[in-house]
């Protein structure tokens, strides 16, 4: 089946510093992916779509200058979260869709657990 | 606009009794749902999903989903809960117009205890 997988898994940053996730698909092309949050105990936000070729689309009240997406290939997309801050301690998890004989269908990452000191 | 409802932020059974997880959606287009599982720590792992073909969808690991438009409603069960079976469980909705972003419901803990 199709893997989604995702780098680092866990991350501890300091404040202000700028932190890489990244999110790969690695036996399919993805010409989109989706970033999401997922607060603790809570459901999972999307924050943006990843565009390859393109810049992203982000969601109402999603910073576009502190969440820098870039989709570099078909099968990787980025996640950076600049100088950040406490509250942005979160779990952030990737996916992307694959068209298949099943259909449409979204496969996730593991997800990235960041926690800002 | 999409929207889905999980009633429940918790559900407690015992092991071998039925599971039942609620959702409801609410959409302006027909609608495809889904049901994923989320095991600590874990990304998401689809359960089953429903795109306009049987009504009655059967899924992974004995788990089947009934969707009944009258209702709005796509609920989650399983004949006899496993102890493995403790996760968060999400409904999601999406519209069937093409391939688009899920919308997630907020989701249900399931314990299943001894």
């Known amino acids: 089946g199709a893997v989604v997988s995702q780098h680092p898994s866990r991350v501890i940053c300091k404040s202000g510093t700028s932190v890489k996730i990244e999110c790969r698909s690695l036996?399919?092309?993805?010409?989109?992916m989706f970033w999401y949050r997922q607060f603790p105990k809570q459901s999972l936000m999307l924050m943006a779509t990843?565009?390859?070729?393109?810049?992203?689309?982000?969601e109402q009240g999603v910073e576009k200058d502190k969440f820098l997406i870039n989709h570099a290939s078909l099968t990787l997309s980025t996640l950076t979260v600049t100088s950040a801050h406490p509250e942005d301690s979160s779990f952030y998890i990737c996916?992307?869709?694959?068209?298949?004989?099943?259909?449409?269908?979204?496969?996730f990452g593991p997800g990235t657990r960041l926690t800002v000191l | 606009a999409q929207s889905v409802t999980q009633l429940g932020s918790h559900v407690s059974v015992s092991e071998g009794a039925l599971v039942l997880l609620r959702c409801n959606y609410s959409?302006?287009?027909?609608?495809?749902l889904f049901w994923y599982v989320q095991y600590p720590n874990q990304g998401l792992q689809l359960l089953l999903k429903?795109?306009?073909?049987?009504?009655l969808v059967k899924g992974i690991n004995g788990f089947e989903a009934e969707f009944k438009k009258s209702e709005t409603s796509f609920h989650l069960t399983k004949p006899s809960a496993h102890m493995s079976d403790a996760a968060e469980y999400f409904c999601?909705?999406?519209?069937?117009?093409?391939?688009?972003?899920?919308?997630f419901g907020t989701g249900t803990r399931l314990l299943v205890s001894p």
């Open positions: 959409s302006s287009v027909p609608p495809y």
């Open positions: 999601a909705v999406t519209p069937n117009t093409g391939f688009q972003k899920l919308v």
């Open positions: 429903y795109t306009s073909a049987a009504t």
């Open positions: 036996d399919f092309q993805a010409t989109t």
């Open positions: 990843s565009n390859e070729g393109s810049k992203a689309t982000y």
């Open positions: 996916s992307a869709p694959l068209t298949s004989g099943r259909g449409d269908e979204q496969f």
